[in-house]
């Protein structure tokens, strides 16, 4: 069994599962060096450590969901200027939240940018959230589905992605009230039906993901 140790105290074993921790437990395997191998997220005083590099599924349509975003806005909306960090970590110190998600997007000027000096993660006390972000549910789909969801709700992040990779199902959530309310209509990317990203996925199986995204973009510019 593989055993991550930041110091004599601190050991999990369960990759899979979220565990009981500390913010400062936290901080420990976020500062650790071997950080950039896994991906972390904190919540209500638990902690949930993904390990390892991404599977084939799993970073094949991670990089064509970049490509469908960098295409939409290509097309549909060339003025707006957009910006994605797929898979940066996010942190909130004040609320003791942080994540790691797939999708990262950004709308407008005021996205994030490193200074030098400064930590390689995304503070969310000093930027604003994220306008979307999505999870690729390989292997995460019931926490994806209940823990992120809670987590990025409490965010306030407006629209949340899920990425069903076994399924071909695509579900967005739009933040109604405090909590996600199923959508088949994107905000971020206004105009564009949720069944449409299922099509494209589904596009992977008859060739790569760059020739689905291009069918993406044909499909669009129809319209």
Request: hydrophobic letters at 35%.
């Amino acid at each position: 069994m593989t055993t991550l140790t930041i110091s004599s105290d601190k050991k999990l074993t369960d990759f899979s599962k979220w565990q009981p921790a500390t913010w400062e437990e936290y901080l420990s395997y976020r500062d650790a060096p071997l950080t950039d191998r896994i991906r972390l997220y904190f919540y209500q005083n638990r902690l949930l450590i993904e390990m390892g590099s991404e599977g084939i599924n799993h970073s094949n349509i991670s990089d064509l969901f970049t490509m469908l975003l960098a295409f939409w806005f290509t097309q549909k909306k060339p003025e707006q200027i957009f910006s994605t960090f797929g898979r940066c970590l996010l942190e909130k110190p004040t609320e003791k939240i942080a994540c790691a998600p797939d999708i990262v997007l950004y709308l407008g000027e005021n996205y994030p940018r490193w200074q030098s000096g400064e930590r390689r993660y995304l503070d969310l006390d000093k930027w604003q959230v994220p306008n979307l972000v999505g999870e690729i549910s390989d292997t995460t789909l019931a926490s994806d589905l209940d823990e992120k969801k809670h987590l990025y709700s409490q965010l306030g992040i407006p629209e949340y992605w899920v990425v069903d990779v076994r399924g071909l199902r695509v579900i967005g959530f739009i933040l109604t009230e405090g909590k996600y309310q199923e959508t088949d209509q994107s905000l971020a990317l206004e105009g564009l039906d949720i069944p449409l990203l299922e099509q494209t996925l589904t596009k992977l199986s008859e060739g790569s993901n760059g020739a689905a995204a291009s069918w993406f973009a044909k499909e669009i510019g129809k319209s």
